[in-house]
């Protein structure tokens, strides 16, 4: 507003010296046509411009413009730092797989040297200086390191989830028996059930890790 007055006293004082209006007894005598013509064609080529600057929608947008940058700038670095983290993860990760891998097994492997340890006094008994007369004597300490490996590998066995399996009995399973042959079914034994087992067979936690090797009872007198 001051910028378009301080214009408007400007061009009034340029017609006044131009004689384009004349001030006479307080009031300004009209001009002529000609005078007008003049007098606007001035006033069209020296307008002030309308627009002294950037307009408030161009600061807005700028102002935004920076905001979105600032924004995709932190927002790429927590990306970059959260792909970094997931390196790091996926590393150790791998780490503890490959350790259990490794290491699973060691407190399996620590029961194991103590069963070791008991077979070894056992077969200490068995020395070249033994005389014939400690035989008998020599014959119960194997018979006593025998009982106690046994029962040690069962006590390991049951520790650690594994499981022998007693399928006497059992209707046969081809998902944890291994059919060996069949025999006549005999007193007490149904046909289609195991009637013998060849070799045991073992699971773990439930799963079978060794099928048992077994002989079926039929109802014919066919052996495979």
Same mark, same amino acid.
């Given at each position: 507003m001051a910028a378009r007055s301080l214009w408007a006293v400007q061009r009034l004082q340029r017609l006044l010296a131009s004689g384009a209006v004349s001030e006479s007894r307080g009031w300004l005598q009209p001009f002529s046509t000609a005078t007008q013509r003049t007098a606007g064609e001035d006033c069209s080529s020296e307008d002030p411009p309308d627009v002294? #600057?950037?307009?408030?929608?161009?600061?807005?947008?700028?102002?935004?413009?920076?905001?979105?940058?600032?924004?995709?700038?932190?927002?790429?670095?927590?990306?970059?730092?959260?792909?970094?983290?997931?390196?790091?993860?996926?590393?150790?990760?791998?780490?503890?797989?490959?350790?259990?891998?490794?290491? #699973?097994?060691?407190?399996f492997c620590k029961d194991l040297v103590e069963v070791a340890d008991i077979l070894e006094k056992t077969a200490e008994c068995f020395s070249e200086g033994a005389k014939p007369e400690d035989h008998k004597l020599t014959l119960e300490k194997v018979f006593q390191g025998l009982s106690l490996l046994e029962a040690k590998l069962k006590s390991v066995f049951a520790k650690h989830g594994l499981e022998k399996m007693t399928p006497i009995g059992d209707k046969y399973d081809p998902h944890e028996h291994e059919l060996i042959s069949h025999m006549p079914a005999g007193v007490g034994v149904q046909p289609g059930t195991v009637a013998l087992v060849r070799q045991d067979g073992y699971k773990l936690h439930g799963r079978t890790i060794r099928l048992a090797q077994v002989e079926v009872a039929v109802e014919s007198q066919r052996r495979l």
């Amino acid at each position: 507003m001051a910028a378009r007055s301080l214009w408007a006293v400007q061009r009034l004082q340029r017609l006044l010296a131009s004689g384009a209006v004349s001030e006479s007894r307080g009031w300004l005598q009209p001009f002529s046509t000609a005078t007008q013509r003049t007098a606007g064609e001035d006033c069209s080529s020296e307008d002030p411009p309308d627009v002294l #600057g950037p307009s408030l929608a161009e600061r807005a947008l700028r102002l935004k413009a920076v905001k979105l940058e600032k924004e995709v700038q932190d927002l790429t670095l927590r990306y970059q730092r959260a792909v970094a983290d997931c390196e790091n993860i996926r590393r150790r990760t791998q780490r503890c797989v490959e350790d259990a891998k490794i290491f #699973g097994i060691q407190s399996f492997c620590k029961d194991l040297v103590e069963v070791a340890d008991i077979l070894e006094k056992t077969a200490e008994c068995f020395s070249e200086g033994a005389k014939p007369e400690d035989h008998k004597l020599t014959l119960e300490k194997v018979f006593q390191g025998l009982s106690l490996l046994e029962a040690k590998l069962k006590s390991v066995f049951a520790k650690h989830g594994l499981e022998k399996m007693t399928p006497i009995g059992d209707k046969y399973d081809p998902h944890e028996h291994e059919l060996i042959s069949h025999m006549p079914a005999g007193v007490g034994v149904q046909p289609g059930t195991v009637a013998l087992v060849r070799q045991d067979g073992y699971k773990l936690h439930g799963r079978t890790i060794r099928l048992a090797q077994v002989e079926v009872a039929v109802e014919s007198q066919r052996r495979l």
